[in-house]
């Protein structure tokens, strides 16, 4: 990908906006609130849907190269919720503590201190918001999500995702490693492969 290349991350996440600045480093990013561009209704039924709406909405109406991720955590011992619903799994206005809070719930429920558990993220790039040939990347990481929330950084269910290998949670992972191994950072590795590639 061309340095300096104007990119439009199909968001108005600012968690998600600052972690593309720093694996889209080089390049000139806008988010949806940047270009006074509305939130598209996600309304797919897996996180590659729903980055493909996304994407072609923020296409449609900034003329940019998009890019547009769904992503989410998932507990197979939760009946793999959040999945999709992970950004609004208490509810459309909840906020992270609500969803976290609802997955302790849940532990606290089944009187589990942790449960195996992943992030997905599915990454779509498109030239336009015709593009036939969307690229597409995925990235997970997997880990367990536990009762115990520790950690200051991060955003979503970071405070009570731990990742295998780590013994703290993501939360509390610098970010310069975060940024190695999260499953966006996989994905935007893999985008940037593919668009190498293709382009």
Do not use: W
Not at 134 to 158: L, M, R, T, W
Not at 166 to 171: F, I, K, L, P, V
Request: proline share 3%; aromatic share 8%; with cysteine.
């Amino acid at each position: 990908m061309k340095k300096n290349k104007e990119i439009l991350v199909a968001t108005s996440n600012i968690g998600k906006v600052k972690e593309f600045h720093k694996l889209f480093d080089g390049h000139q990013l806008f988010c949806l609130k940047d270009l006074d561009i509305e939130d598209a209704l996600e309304d797919g039924s897996s996180f590659l849907e729903n980055a493909l709406i996304k994407a072609k909405h923020g296409a449609a109406k900034s003329e940019k190269y998009t890019i547009a991720d769904d992503s989410g955590l998932v507990v197979p011992g939760l009946n793999f919720e959040p999945g999709i619903y992970s950004a609004r799994y208490a509810g459309n206005h909840a906020s992270d503590k609500d969803n976290r809070d609802k997955i302790i719930d849940k532990l606290n429920e089944l009187k589990l201190e942790e449960l195996d558990a992943y992030y997905v993220c599915v990454l779509v790039g498109i030239k336009n918001h015709d593009d036939p040939m969307p690229i597409i990347a995925q990235g997970e990481i997997h880990g367990k999500v536990s009762i115990n929330s520790s950690g200051e950084g991060g955003f979503g269910y970071d405070k009570i995702f731990y990742p295998e290998n780590y013994d703290c949670s993501m939360a509390s992972i610098e970010a310069s490693i975060k940024n190695k191994i999260s499953h966006r950072a996989i994905a935007s590795e893999k985008l940037l492969a593919l668009y190498k590639k293709s382009y």
